[in-house]
């Protein structure tokens, strides 16, 4: 039981440190050492994000790994992993969600026909919103947890 515990824990442990793949490029430019781990998750990077220059993020002068409305989906990820809340149930998850997702659909329609130009602030926003409920139901189910707290019995 004691073992099944420790590698819940460190699965939910490892959905959040998500929240630190965007940065890594930054970190690896501070610590060497983590420049081979930059590179491997470099090829993940490639598959989803174009990282357009004009939408990436800089710490210190260094971009991070991903543009901002991605960096916004891990950092949601790893957040809501870590603190696994709201518990939500099935259906205000899937609320939740369709909901960020219409929001970001119509932020990126108001880019797409100059409404306004690329705001990280909104991309980081809508990226975090839409990926911090799937990060909480994530984590509670590596927790084990139900959604819904259990129905108390008179």
């Given at each position: 039981?004691?073992?099944?515990?420790?590698?819940?824990?460190?699965?939910?442990?490892?959905l959040?440190?998500?929240?630190?793949?965007?940065?890594?490029?930054?970190?690896?430019?501070?610590?060497?050492?983590?420049?081979?781990?930059?590179?491997?998750?470099?090829?993940?990077?490639?598959?989803?994000?174009?990282?357009?220059?004009?939408?990436?993020?800089?710490?210190?002068?260094?971009?991070?790994?991903?543009?901002?409305?991605?960096?916004?989906?891990?950092?949601?990820?790893?957040?809501?992993?870590?603190?696994?809340?709201?518990?939500?149930?099935?259906?205000?998850?899937?609320?939740?969600?369709?909901?960020?997702?219409?929001?970001?659909?119509?932020?990126?329609?108001?880019?797409r026909?100059?409404?306004?130009?690329?705001?990280?602030?909104?991309?980081?926003?809508?990226?975090?919103?839409?990926?911090?409920?799937?990060?909480?139901?994530?984590?509670?189910?590596?927790?084990?947890?139900?959604?819904?707290?259990?129905?108390?019995?008179?």
């Amino acid at each position: 039981m004691r073992g099944e515990r420790s590698l819940r824990w460190a699965g939910i442990v490892l959905l959040g440190g998500v929240a630190l793949l965007p940065v890594l490029s930054v970190l690896s430019a501070l610590v060497p050492a983590l420049t081979p781990l930059e590179r491997a998750v470099q090829p993940w990077f490639d598959l989803h994000c174009e990282r357009d220059p004009a939408r990436t993020l800089r710490l210190w002068g260094v971009p991070l790994g991903v543009c901002a409305r991605c960096s916004g989906i891990y950092f949601g990820l790893g957040l809501g992993a870590l603190v696994r809340r709201p518990r939500l149930s099935p259906a205000g998850l899937r609320g939740w969600v369709l909901t960020a997702a219409a929001l970001m659909l119509a932020d990126v329609a108001l880019e797409r026909y100059a409404v306004h130009g690329p705001t990280a602030v909104l991309r980081i926003v809508t990226g975090l919103l839409l990926s911090y409920p799937v990060g909480v139901g994530l984590a509670l189910l590596v927790q084990g947890a139900p959604t819904l707290p259990a129905a108390h019995k008179p």
